[in-house]
């Protein structure tokens, strides 16, 4: 215990899958977690769950606002943020995203929660790290910003063509927010990670679109893992742990994979 003993951190969508894990590794090595979630009973569970200076807060990704509010509130709770896990995400808002059938209405909806959310992050969480004597302004400031992104973002997603453009964009922005920070001086690291096929809610939901037969495609999900074996929440939470800790002092702009071999192909 104590890899990142009192230093405050917040992870968005942290009220299940990756997210909870996240929260609750972070939370074993020390760090005050407020849970930012937009489903309020499975925000509030995590934070009980999680028990001392745990705190969860509503929050809408897609929303400046409730980046705002969220900031503010962590702020007069604890203090000046340390670490940010822009976890939040969804799939899709249709069963079938193929090129052909996606229209332009699912296409904004993946892109605004999985990119435009992520940026938000970013932006207000780079802010509220250098606030109050923070680097930027001659303290100690410095931080460290987890983006998830996927393996979506690394190849192609014929299957998935809205989410997995969406996990691309957020590699991307990962560097270059990582690069600005470092140019800047501010002491803020930026690194993203990319699960494959991970043992969550939307695990099973990708091997059900276009009603496909979930278990089957598990099956054959796993055999172009060369490890012979799905990832779980808490395989991806404990690289997010890593990244967020000092141990990571001198990776940013890095992409972590956790897929069980399959992108070394």
């Known amino acids: 215990m104590g890899r990142v003993a009192g230093k405050i951190a917040i992870v968005t969508g942290g009220g299940t899958g990756i997210g909870r894990a996240a929260a609750t590794r972070l939370a074993e090595e020390g760090a005050i977690v407020t849970i930012a979630e937009f489903d309020a009973a499975n925000g509030q569970a995590v934070a009980?769950?999680?028990?001392?200076?745990?705190?969860?807060?509503?929050?809408d990704v897609r929303e400046e606002a409730s980046w705002q509010?969220?900031?503010?509130?962590?702020?007069?709770?604890?203090?000046?943020?340390?670490?940010l896990v822009n976890n939040a995400g969804i799939l899709a808002t249709n069963n079938n995203q193929e090129l052909a059938v996606t229209d332009l209405e699912q296409w904004r909806a993946v892109q605004q929660v999985n990119v435009e959310g992520v940026f938000l992050g970013c932006k207000y969480g780079?802010?509220?790290?250098?606030?109050?004597?923070?680097?930027?302004?001659?303290?100690?400031?410095?931080?460290?910003?987890?983006?998830?992104s996927s393996i979506a973002g690394l190849v192609a997603t014929a299957h998935l063509v809205a989410y997995g453009a969406s996990?691309?964009?957020?590699?991307?922005?990962?560097?270059?927010?990582?690069?600005d920070c470092a140019k800047k001086g501010l002491g803020?690291?930026?690194?993203?990670?990319?699960?494959?096929?991970?043992?969550?809610?939307?695990?099973?939901?990708?091997?059900?679109?276009?009603?496909?037969?979930?278990e089957a495609n598990w099956e054959a999900r796993l055999n172009l893992v060369p490890m012979g074996e799905p990832?779980?929440?808490?395989?991806?939470?404990?690289?997010?742990?890593?990244?967020?800790?000092?141990?990571?002092?001198h990776i940013t702009g890095?992409?972590?994979?956790?897929?069980?071999?399959?992108?070394a192909i």
């Open 48 to 59: 009980e769950e999680l028990g001392g200076d745990a705190a969860f807060v509503e929050h």
């Open 69 to 83: 509010n969220l900031m503010k509130s962590v702020a007069d709770r604890h203090g000046r943020p340390d670490i």
């Open 126 to 148: 780079v802010d509220a790290m250098i606030a109050n004597g923070g680097r930027a302004k001659g303290g100690a400031g410095g931080g460290a910003i987890v983006n998830m």
């Open 167 to 179: 996990k691309g964009a957020v590699r991307q922005m990962t560097k270059s927010v990582a690069i």
């Open 188 to 214: 803020i690291r930026c690194n993203s990670v990319h699960p494959g096929v991970i043992v969550t809610n939307m695990g099973n939901q990708v091997m059900g679109m276009g009603n496909g037969n979930v």
């Open 231 to 249: 990832g779980q929440a808490v395989d991806v939470a404990n690289c997010i742990l890593f990244l967020a800790s000092d141990e990571a002092r």
């Open 254 to 263: 890095a992409e972590l994979v956790v897929d069980g071999g399959m992108t």
